[in-house]
């Protein structure tokens, strides 16, 4: 059957050629003209082994969903079996329900816009809320979820003597309660209500943060609001420093310096998005389940 094949666009070039090293899998790249009117033309190899997998993350998601629906029917008319996606991050799954008539579910649609094109999809910390598993967002033969939160405990542990981690809001706790797992670290997670894209009131728990080092954990850092607003908080209640861990580094605009004027000291994340916080790698973990996906065929 061969060697399998990752493909990639050029942008995640070096993330995509060590993933296939892990993977003894060979790198080849999708070559992407834009014609002046913003249409796409994609390359891919002209022969492709059974196996394949392609490799995006898909924050900025509307150029890169157009782009995977050109380039799953492509590589399977040029031999590919088994096509698996490897998006580290996986947009459109905060809409997971009509709050208002007429608005489109987006995790429902573009959910099933993937299933279509893909026998198997591999991502990292999905933000999934009244869904209980990423198979009921995309409902692919197999859909597996690694999650950051073990390394991302490992690494905070590492960086500062006995942190406390502390969530933003409810919806962190998952994460927080594995990270702070492996070490016995103290834990919390504050309370947020959002009244707009970039509006968040924070109220912090009851613990004490007096003379300590806290670091705040999430998923998905995007205008910076929620963390720069509980940095001051926690910054006015005596922490000793506050740093941030997340897996998505998404930082749109001027987040990142949102961010830091808010008093945070240190931000770390995952390669998941190419970012210049990357300290944590998830390649070793992606590639065992790519592993495993391509041992089935």
């Not at 094949?5 to 993977?23: D, K, N, R, V």
């Not at 509307?62 to 996606?85: D, F, S, V, W």
């Not at 990357?278 to 041992?295: F, K, Y």
Request: overall charge negative; hydrophobic content about 45%; aromatic content about 6%.
């Amino acid at each position: 059957m061969g060697k399998p094949t990752l493909l990639y666009f050029s942008e995640e070039a070096h993330q995509a050629i060590e993933l296939a090293a892990l993977c003894n899998a060979s790198a080849q790249l999708i070559e992407r003209h834009v014609f002046p009117d913003g249409e796409l033309k994609l390359q891919l190899p002209s022969q492709l082994p059974e196996r394949v997998a392609i490799f995006h993350s898909l924050h900025h998601p509307n150029q890169k969903l157009i782009e995977l629906l050109l380039a799953a029917p492509t590589a399977r008319k040029m031999g590919a079996r088994q096509l698996t996606l490897i998006a580290p991050y996986l947009a459109y799954m905060r809409q997971d329900m009509a709050f208002f008539p007429g608005e489109a579910v987006s995790q429902q649609i573009i959910g099933k816009l993937l299933a279509s094109l893909f026998d198997a999809l591999i991502t990292v910390d999905p933000h999934l809320h009244r869904v209980s598993s990423l198979s009921q967002a995309v409902p692919v033969k197999n859909a597996l979820v690694l999650s950051a939160a073990t390394l991302m405990g490992d690494f905070a542990a590492k960086q500062r003597a006995n942190p406390i981690l502390m969530g933003p809001d409810e919806e962190s706790l998952q994460w927080v309660v594995q990270a702070a797992a492996r070490h016995h670290l103290d834990y919390a997670v504050a309370k947020k209500v959002r009244t707009g894209d970039r509006e968040v009131e924070v109220t912090l728990p009851s613990m004490s943060v007096q003379g300590r080092p806290v670091i705040l954990l999430d998923d998905i850092a995007s205008s910076g609001h929620t963390l720069a607003r509980t940095t001051e908080l926690l910054l006015q209640a005596g922490a000793q420093t506050v740093d941030v861990i997340v897996t998505h580094a998404l930082f749109m605009g001027s987040a990142l310096e949102l961010v830091k004027r808010a008093g945070v000291s240190e931000v770390w994340s995952t390669d998941c998005i190419d970012h210049p916080s990357n300290a944590i790698s998830m390649l070793p973990a992606m590639a065992g389940a790519w592993n495993s996906l391509t041992e089935e065929l």
